[in-house]
């Protein structure tokens, strides 16, 4: 069939469209007290968080992913598990502002460590594996009695989403889903670390991912989904797009590109009224969408859902 020019024969033969809906909203939750100050991304305090859900929610947005660090931290990530901390009272908030909303969460101690690392060190100085993997156990059982429905585990350590998983189902939280991160190594992350405070001390996350082997993250990938893993994350999205395709035809698990922090950053422009133009970022998620993406987490949620409903 020859292209047409028309727009509304374009339409119609068009493929499935963007909707809010493919949506998930990315909160980075600070503190009540704490300004937002000069971060480079934007943050929600937990009583902000509850309004910005139920306005997504009623723009068809009906999911979102919390990040959550501890304002005071020590080398063990003691409050990472804290049922009192940060992530805890956001992920109440979050469903008491809409229960049906879904909450996933970041499941890590790269905000809650003194060294902005995914794991904690040993005596030594190199990676103490069990303990780090204990921690964020704990944490994750943490969250699932908050009220989250999908936990992220994003630390990248070989086998951390088994022992999530076994701590969850023994807390009796089957019901609580996993989604772990698999984490290309980018530059396009530095507008998150520097906002969460959550900047590697060595310069570089031990565990992520070779952009370079891609045959590697399918690997990866197979052994989460054999760990327990309910849905897989990539990141940053737009640069994982053929590992998406692939793991599509592989796995039979929801995929959910991230849209990171320097995508957010390069496809959007704040106006001079304080908008947010956010056509490119949307533009690129049809990529993703086409590819295969099951959902788009994204910060911009809010204004690319408006934009689709208006």
């Not at 957010?264 to 106006?271: F, G, N, Q, S, V």
Request: charged share 25%; glycine share 8%; with cysteine.
């Amino acid at each position: 069939m020859m292209p047409s020019h028309r727009l509304a024969v374009r339409k119609h033969l068009g493929g499935p469209s963007l909707s809010p809906a493919d949506l998930t909203m990315t909160f980075l939750v600070r503190e009540d007290d704490e300004e937002p100050g000069n971060r480079p991304m934007p943050t929600f305090t937990v009583a902000e968080l509850a309004e910005a859900i139920r306005t997504l929610d009623d723009l068809g947005v009906r999911s979102g992913k919390l990040f959550a660090g501890s304002r005071v931290r020590d080398d063990r990530a003691t409050q990472a598990a804290s049922p009192t901390g940060l992530m805890a009272r956001a992920i109440r908030a979050a469903k008491k502002a809409r229960p049906n909303f879904t909450v996933i969460t970041e499941n890590c101690v790269c905000s809650h460590n003194t060294s902005g690392e995914c794991w904690l060190a040993d005596l030594l100085g190199e990676v103490d594996v069990e303990e780090t993997k204990e921690v964020i156990a704990a944490q994750a059982v943490t969250q699932a009695e908050a009220g989250a429905d999908i936990i992220g585990p994003a630390s990248m350590i070989p086998g951390s989403v088994k022992t999530v998983r076994d701590a969850l189902n023994a807390a009796g939280h089957r019901g609580a889903l996993l989604m772990p991160h698999l984490i290309f190594d980018s530059d396009l992350y530095g507008g998150y670390r520097a906002t969460m405070g959550a900047t590697p001390a060595s310069g570089t996350r031990a565990f992520q991912l070779d952009p370079h082997r891609p045959g590697e993250a399918v690997k990866v990938a197979v052994d989460m989904v054999d760990e327990g893993a309910d849905a897989i994350l990539l990141e940053p999205a737009l640069f994982t797009v053929d590992t998406l395709v692939t793991l599509k035809e592989k796995l039979g698990v929801p995929l959910m590109p991230f849209s990171v922090s320097g995508e957010y950053a390069r496809l959007t422009e704040r106006r001079p009224d304080g908008t947010l133009y956010v056509r490119p970022l949307a533009e690129s998620y049809t990529v993703l969408k086409r590819s295969g993406a099951d959902r788009i987490i994204t910060y911009a949620a809010r204004e690319i859902a408006e934009q689709l409903t208006a």
